[in-house]
């Protein structure tokens, strides 16, 4: 196996978490920081110190830590390590509005330092809505707990967690309130699916193999399907999800940046800005959907009653804290193009829905149809073209469809599909996006992160869609039953071109 480019490496810090009693602590961060423990990943000397309004002690706060490692983490927990792990576990109470909160913090953080001789290397998680954001970094400045980036001096990082905004303007606001207080190399906007390694090989496979990188532009590809297909329904999240809905929950965020690692030009090195440009040409490449183009290009739906895996689903409308006359979307599918010479006439199709019949994401890329001539001859039975499937949950690999001829005397042919498995190339199962992404904030690598420009480059194209749909969108909002591939609607947006969603 060749190593990587001589990786940075993570310094020791504390992290302190906001919305630290909250379930992103729980779930996701603490187990991370477990796992990054038990593969020997982590720096030596680190901490956790989270932060809530409610009142917790430390003990109890490493109770809860030990629930969520039990239930949510990669790898079993071990009772020897738990116990060296959690003497690392603090919490503080305060709320995000109360100055008093941050000097509490500030107390602690230095007793921590001082206690386990650690740098005052600190990285701040903002695991909190974004209207707390400007306030929190506002605390933090007011109690003296961000310092400049200076060469070897201890070092203050900031991490934000999506949404970041609600549309544009809420979006600048908020880089603009981040960024009178922290240096834009200290920030480090989180969007998790760049964490996932089935999205990092997807720069592997690109640039690391000769034979895709000839024919990957409009000469060879057809169109590109990107699917993220949840089975879930809206669950506790009523509150948050009402006023986002499936565009500025998935596609401003996740599927926006799976489509910059499609379509990007090769880096000239994996300096992270050199990366995080080429990604940001293609936001700017999009050719934007506005005014009545939202209907050409845009289908949204909401999922109606039904049953997904044996179990009935109330209609989105009817579960618990969802208006019973709201119109936010939780599907969503688009037809866009690049507008730049690789990707030119190259239509991206993508979907995206809660309640769907699998939990399936995948990024499909069709290849033109071969001439109509030899084993294509016949008009009325087109061979099917060939497609590279880049697999990203619950499967991880890729595939290549290709047509083969079927054993027998006749020039019968069929389309068989070439399979590569994470699992077993590698055997072990790929860590989870929140390691990769916060070892690499103790490293300072920002590669996998959210630059400014791109936050709002990302916005403005999803805020002309909003508003297409407030002026000229249909007050009808299509519905598809729960556990279903989404609505007919979306079949049409394709089909009206001559193709059809692949069969995930
Ligand atoms: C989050 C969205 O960012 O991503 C959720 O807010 C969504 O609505 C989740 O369910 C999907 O993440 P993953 O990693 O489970 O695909």
């Not at 490449?285 to 845009?298: F, N, S, W």
């Amino acid at each position: 196996m060749s190593e990587p480019i001589q990786p940075l490496a993570a310094q020791p810090c504390t992290l302190v978490i906001f919305g630290g009693s909250g379930d992103l602590a729980k779930r996701k961060l603490v187990p991370a920081v477990y796992n990054l423990l038990l593969d020997g990943v982590l720096p030596p000397n680190y901490a956790i110190l989270a932060t809530g309004r409610k009142p917790l002690s430390d003990t109890e706060f490493r109770e809860i830590a030990r629930e969520g490692v039990i239930k949510y983490s990669r790898q079993e927990i071990k009772d020897s390590v738990w116990a060296n792990f959690e003497q690392r576990l603090f919490y503080v109470a305060g709320a995000i509005d109360d100055p008093k909160a941050y000097s509490d913090i500030r107390t602690r953080l230095e007793k921590i330092e001082a206690d386990l001789k650690l740098p005052a290397n600190r990285i701040f998680y903002l695991a909190i809505p974004p209207t707390s954001i400007a306030g929190a970094v506002e605390g933090l400045r007011k109690a003296g707990l961000v310092q400049p980036p200076a060469g070897n001096a201890p070092f203050s990082r900031l991490i934000v967690e999506k949404p970041i905004g609600n549309d544009l303007e809420s979006a600048r606001q908020i880089n603009a309130a981040v960024a009178r207080v922290f240096d834009e190399s200290q920030i480090f906007r989180i969007d998790h699916y760049l964490g996932k390694e089935t999205v990092q090989n997807l720069l592997v496979l690109r640039f690391a193999n000769s034979i895709f990188e000839p024919i990957w532009n409009h000469k060879y590809i057809d169109h590109v399907q990107i699917t993220v297909s949840e089975a879930e329904g809206v669950g506790t999240r009523a509150t948050y999800y009402e006023e986002a809905g499936a565009l500025r929950d998935m596609v401003q965020n996740h599927i926006l940046q799976l489509m910059c690692l499609v379509a990007m030009e090769p880096p000239y090195s994996l300096d992270p800005d050199v990366v995080r440009n080429v990604r940001m040409d293609v936001l700017r490449c999009l050719r934007p959907i506005a005014g009545k183009d939202v209907e050409k290009y845009t289908v949204r739906a909401q999922y109606s009653v039904g049953k997904a895996h044996g179990v009935d689903v109330p209609g989105y409308r009817r579960e618990p804290g969802i208006k019973p006359d709201s119109t936010t979307e939780t599907y969503v599918a688009l037809k866009l193009f690049v507008e730049n010479w690789r990707w030119s006439g190259v239509p991206f199709y993508l979907r995206t829905g809660k309640a769907l019949t699998k939990r399936a994401s995948e990024i499909a890329v069709f290849f033109k149809p071969i001439p109509q001539i030899l084993f294509n001859a016949n008009p009325d039975a087109p061979l099917e073209a060939n497609v590279l499937i880049m697999k990203i949950q619950p499967e991880e690999g890729l595939t290549l469809r290709v047509v083969s001829k079927v054993p027998g005397s006749k020039a019968k042919t069929h389309p068989v599909e070439m399979n590569f498995r994470y699992g077993e190339a590698f055997g072990a199962p790929s860590p989870e996006a929140y390691e990769r992404l916060l070892l690499d904030v103790m490293a300072g690598d920002a590669s996998l992160f959210m630059r400014r420009d791109a936050v709002e480059a990302s916005w403005a194209w999803i805020t002309a869609i909003l508003d297409g749909w407030k002026t000229h969108g249909s007050k009808w909002l299509p519905e598809y039953q729960a556990g279903s591939w989404g609505p007919v609607e979306a079949n049409r947006l394709i089909e009206s071109d001559g193709r059809c969603w692949r069969t995930v």
